[in-house]
């Protein structure tokens, strides 16, 4: 079994990117699946490795979360995905579901578009779910998958919340407690 199919077999939240431009954008993504709990990351074309090698070093996953959730190139983020995930595309589409009104699937595979492009019709098609992020203007890249892994989080029966969780997610430079008189 091919590596990225047995990842695929294990995993929960995969976020599948089509033709990402640069790496600060894929980076901002690492980070947030860091930050959200997603397994792994794919991404398909040739831009971003192309932009990595040249662009100046800007780190956006100062988590360094590629040290421990895969980023994979692949040819198409449907070939290996497994029969129990559902496919949500993440689109500004006409008839996709507001995110707001979105129930999350347990497993799921995120679909996001390109950052100057959209996702094709033939992935649309395919899609178990369509769901757009209700916004006056389109999000960058980065920030809609954000917002989609956060309202994923914030709907999960699974939230941690409290003190302990603000401990280990803040960084060292920050020490600030809520004073009540």
């Known amino acids: ?54 662009e100046v070093k800007t780190n956006t996953d100062t988590h360094k979360s590629r040290n421990h959730i895969p980023l994979t190139q692949v040819e198409c983020l449907l070939t290996n995905k497994v029969e129990d995930m559902a496919v949500v595309c993440v689109e500004l589409c006409i008839g996709a579901t507001s995110l707001t009104e979105f129930k999350h699937p347990e497993r799921a595979l995120y679909i996001f578009g390109p950052e100057d492009g959209s996702i094709s019709q033939g992935i649309i098609d395919q899609a178990d779910h369509v769901v757009y992020v209700p916004t006056k203007d389109c999000l960058n890249l980065a920030a809609t998958a954000n917002v989609v892994l956060y309202d994923r989080l914030a709907k999960s029966s699974n939230i941690n919340k409290g003190d302990e969780l603000i401990k280990n997610s803040r960084d060292t430079n920050n020490r600030l407690k809520v004073s009540r008189e």
């Open 1 to 54: 079994m091919k590596y990225q199919q047995l990842i695929m077999n294990q995993s929960n939240v995969i976020i599948g990117l089509i033709n990402p431009k640069g790496p600060s954008n894929v980076g901002t993504i690492m980070r947030a699946a860091g930050c959200f709990n997603a397994d792994e990351v794919l991404y398909t074309g040739t831009r971003y490795a192309r932009a990595a090698q040249y």
